[in-house]
């Protein structure tokens, strides 16, 4: 599958990088691929790295990325567009305090197949689950049902088991996992490591 990795950060090299791991095709998306380096595929801009691939993730810089990706809207129109972010200010906190960055997402781009997932796991937790010492949970939360199937996939190729993935329901849940932003950075600061995750027993 080729997958469009929108941002060259850690979050976006790390991402790209464990797609690669698991036998994908990766691109990196950048707004000057000019200056894009170190990366472990190669970037192109934004409309030529949607244009070629299945599956957009955005791992932009999240309390901007509405603003990114609104004028790509043409390019996103049926395009599976995964959001990982928690949008929050230079203060930390929550930049939609009474909704979420996955429902602005589908608004803004409503020919677009958003799935909110991977927000409430570090980043490397995310390409290899198995850095903990046992099996946790990952989120999805999206309108789209065959979409999600598509995300859910790219899970299992990174390591989460089937039964490890939660479906939450539609894209407004969204706002569940990305408010618990605010108890993984109270975790952070107590246990001081982003080394950990949840897991659902009942």
Same mark, same amino acid.
């Given at each position: 599958? *080729?997958?469009?990795?929108?941002?060259?950060?850690?979050? @976006?090299?790390? =991402?790209?990088?464990?797609?690669?791991?698991?036998?994908?095709?990766?691109?990196?998306?950048?707004?000057?691929?000019? *200056?894009?380096?170190?990366?472990?595929?190669?970037?192109?801009?934004?409309?030529?790295?949607?244009?070629?691939?299945?599956?957009?993730?955005?791992? %932009?810089?999240?309390?901007?990325?509405?603003a990114?990706?609104?004028?790509? *809207?043409?390019?996103?129109?049926?395009?599976?567009?995964?959001?990982i972010?928690?949008?929050?200010?230079?203060?930390?906190?929550?930049?939609?305090?009474?909704?979420? %960055?996955?429902?602005?997402?589908?608004?803004?781009?409503?020919?677009?197949?958003?799935?909110?997932?991977?927000?409430?796991?570090?980043?490397?937790?995310?390409?290899?689950?198995?850095?903990?010492?046992?099996?946790?949970?990952?989120?999805?939360?999206?309108?789209?049902?065959?979409?999600?199937?598509? !995300?859910?996939? %790219? =899970?299992?190729?990174? @390591?989460?088991? !089937?039964?490890?993935?939660?479906? =939450?329901?539609?894209?407004?849940?969204?706002?569940?996992?990305?408010?618990?932003f =605010?108890?993984?950075?109270?975790?952070?600061?107590?246990?001081?490591?982003?080394?950990?995750?949840?897991?659902?027993?009942?």
């Amino acid at each position: 599958m *080729r997958i469009a990795v929108l941002g060259t950060g850690h979050m @976006g090299s790390t =991402l790209g990088a464990g797609f690669i791991g698991a036998g994908h095709d990766v691109v990196f998306g950048s707004r000057d691929s000019s *200056r894009a380096s170190g990366l472990p595929a190669p970037a192109l801009g934004h409309v030529e790295a949607i244009a070629g691939s299945d599956v957009v993730v955005s791992a %932009l810089a999240a309390a901007h990325s509405l603003a990114t990706l609104t004028p790509l *809207r043409e390019s996103l129109a049926d395009r599976v567009l995964i959001d990982i972010g928690n949008a929050v200010d230079e203060h930390m906190d929550l930049v939609y305090t009474d909704s979420s %960055l996955g429902e602005r997402l589908q608004l803004a781009l409503p020919d677009a197949r958003v799935v909110k997932t991977l927000s409430t796991v570090g980043g490397p937790i995310g390409v290899n689950p198995t850095l903990l010492s046992a099996p946790t949970n990952v989120f999805l939360s999206g309108d789209d049902a065959a979409a999600k199937g598509v !995300v859910g996939s %790219l =899970l299992t190729d990174l @390591g989460w088991a !089937v039964d490890r993935q939660v479906d =939450l329901g539609g894209i407004t849940t969204a706002r569940a996992v990305e408010h618990y932003f =605010l108890l993984f950075a109270a975790l952070i600061g107590a246990l001081r490591t982003p080394t950990f995750n949840i897991a659902i027993t009942h």
